[in-house]
């Protein structure tokens, strides 16, 4: 049960350190200021995912970066928030600093939580569903511990890079009516796994994904909801819930 009087945050996709966004440092300042103006309202946060544009853990080393992010995180963690980091497709390769570090907890995949009197299905978004072929074989590779640990023998100066170089270009090559069909397609993947899965758990009252840069919240045919969060990229949104009722919301 939620403890009256506060909230659980849902936040995903700010890509904090993209080589696209025209200002880094003040994209990473207003995610701190928003976690500065929940910090006494949250019980709980859930990130969904690509939270960092681009971060890859080695044995003894760890990116340099975010650093006004991180220590906000750690704050809000020591003062007792829960915090769960579900890894997007950016932020794929965090292993074991951050949880040691900042005392928060870090997941792969598909999770459901009970939160006061519901149950939520928590996801990024990326692999649910009958994504397209090369997507999920893209997605095998990256998170397949061989592959890990080859990549992680080349130097950062190389990877580093290249990484946010495919990023950018990724994002930008892309026409308006490119984004708007992918985007298409991909919230109808999202309702087509949420209408199956629902059929068979009428337990969970709420799908909360990330992933699509754009923000939906709609119902099921099971009288579920449905939820997108965005980005914070342009759109700065994200969901509260107090127990009973989420609402999705807008920060300046």
């Excluded at 890509?15 to 990473?28: C, D, F, I, M, V």
């Excluded at 709980?44 to 991180?70: A, M, S, T």
């Excluded at 932020?91 to 040691?100: A, H, K, M, V």
Aim: overall charge neutral.
């Amino acid at each position: 049960m939620a403890m009256a009087g506060k909230y659980t945050y849902f936040i995903s996709d700010t890509h904090l350190g993209a080589a696209y966004l025209s200002n880094p440092r003040e994209s990473e300042l207003r995610v701190v200021r928003w976690l500065q103006s929940i910090k006494d309202s949250a019980e709980r946060i859930y990130l969904l995912g690509d939270i960092i544009d681009y971060w890859f853990e080695y044995r003894n080393v760890v990116p340099r970066g975010f650093v006004r992010f991180f220590g906000k995180l750690a704050e809000l963690a020591d003062a007792g928030i829960a915090i769960t980091w579900i890894t997007g497709n950016h932020d794929i390769w965090i292993f074991d600093y951050l949880p040691s570090e900042l005392g928060i907890k870090v997941v792969t995949g598909t999770i459901t939580e009970q939160i006061g009197n519901h149950r939520f299905l928590l996801d990024h978004g990326d692999k649910v569903g009958c994504q397209p072929r090369g997507f999920r074989l893209m997605s095998a590779v990256f998170h397949n511990r061989f592959c890990q640990r080859l990549y992680a023998t080349l130097h950062p100066r190389l990877t580093m890079p290249f990484a946010y170089y495919w990023s950018k270009s990724n994002r930008l090559k892309r026409s308006a009516e490119s984004i708007a069909q992918e985007n298409e397609r991909g919230l109808k993947i999202l309702r087509d796994f949420s209408e199956q899965h629902s059929a068979t758990h009428p337990d969970v009252d709420f799908y909360i994904f990330g992933h699509m840069h754009v923000v939906n919240d709609s119902l099921l045919s099971s009288g579920k909801r449905m939820v997108v969060l965005g980005e914070w990229i342009n759109g700065n949104t994200f969901a509260r819930f107090d127990g009973e009722n989420l609402e999705l919301l807008h920060f300046d």
